[in-house]
Nanobody, 120 residues
Framework: QVQLVESGGGSVQAGGSLRLSCAAS????????MGWYRQAPGKQRELVAV???????QYADSVKGRFTISRDNAKNTVYLQMNSLKPEDTAVYFC??????????????WGQGTQVTVSS
């Protein structure tokens, strides 16, 4: 069974920085894309950033220039460096792994979520 374990959330003042990490464990042969989504109270879950196994990245317009996603394929780990945080970045951040090849099937997995709170 594949599990995603997130870490690095917390509370910070506006303008501050946080770094999220997400490690995938279990029987994993390859992972196509790893990314971060977020969900604020009363809102739908939205894509923040995603990185493919080849290193291609995509960002939400609201975080471009402030957030950087990176990935360590050897460790099946994805990171999200968040700088210049704003109160509107407050949300639960979820790690996602798509196209996970376990040797038997290809599936998508989600982490349990980590809270990020930015105060003004």
């Amino acid at each position: 069974q594949v599990q995603l374990v997130e870490s690095g959330g917390g509370s910070v003042q506006a303008g501050g920085s946080l770094r999220l990490s997400c490690a995938a464990s279990g029987t994993i042969f390859s992972i196509n894309a790893m990314g971060w989504y977020r969900q604020a109270p009363g809102k739908q879950r939205e894509l923040v950033a995603v990185v493919t196994s080849g290193g291609s990245t995509q960002y939400a317009d609201s975080v471009k220039g402030r957030f950087t996603i990176s990935r360590d394929n050897a460790k099946n780990t994805v990171y999200l460096q968040m700088n210049s945080l704003k109160p509107e970045d407050t949300a639960v951040y979820f790690c996602n792994a798509g196209g996970v090849w376990t040797g038997r099937s290809i599936n998508e997995y989600w982490g349990q979520g980590t809270q990020v709170t930015v105060s003004s």
